[in-house]
């Protein structure tokens, strides 16, 4: 599930991989800019993107299977992985390392975050799904597509060392 892969990476991130942590922490300058550009780029995408006219046809082949086939999905996923990196190195995150309580804690708290933002977000989509309509869709769209551009704006400025 998307909260377990999303741990994964927090760990690899908090416990280990001190060579890659040091490299990130270098080009910190670099991903910051990149990783805010391409936040704005995918800003833009979502803020223009139309709503889907029909919902997606839906196939169960078990707990099991979808459990394990979207713990896959995520831990293959280049953007999780990226995500991971620009936002670790973008927030400073990386150069803490050595302390195992604040991994742990680091690691806990993604874990828990995605976990939430996952219930939250599948129980809404659960309650509200009949009550959401095509404009619904459009503002929600709008409003997603400012914030990831909001983000872009402040990895490109933290990477310049503006902020």
Known sequence: MRPRADAIYGAIAAFGLSLITAFLVQQ???????????????????F????AATAAAIESRGLFSAYSSTLFLTLTNPMTILSFVAIFA??????????????LLLVAGVFAGSA????????????????????ALRWINWLAGGVIVAFGVFAILHGLELL
């Open 90 to 103: 973008g927030a400073g995150l990386a150069a803490s390392s050595g302390d195992s309580v604040a991994a």
């Open 116 to 135: 939430g933002w996952w219930l939250l977000l599948s129980g809404g989509v659960s309650l509200l799904r009949n009550a959401v309509t095509a404009q």
């Open 48 to 51: 223009t993107a139309a709503p």
């Open 28 to 46: 910190q300058f670099w991903l910051g800019w990149r990783g805010g550009l391409f936040l704005c780029y995918l800003g833009v995408r979502t």
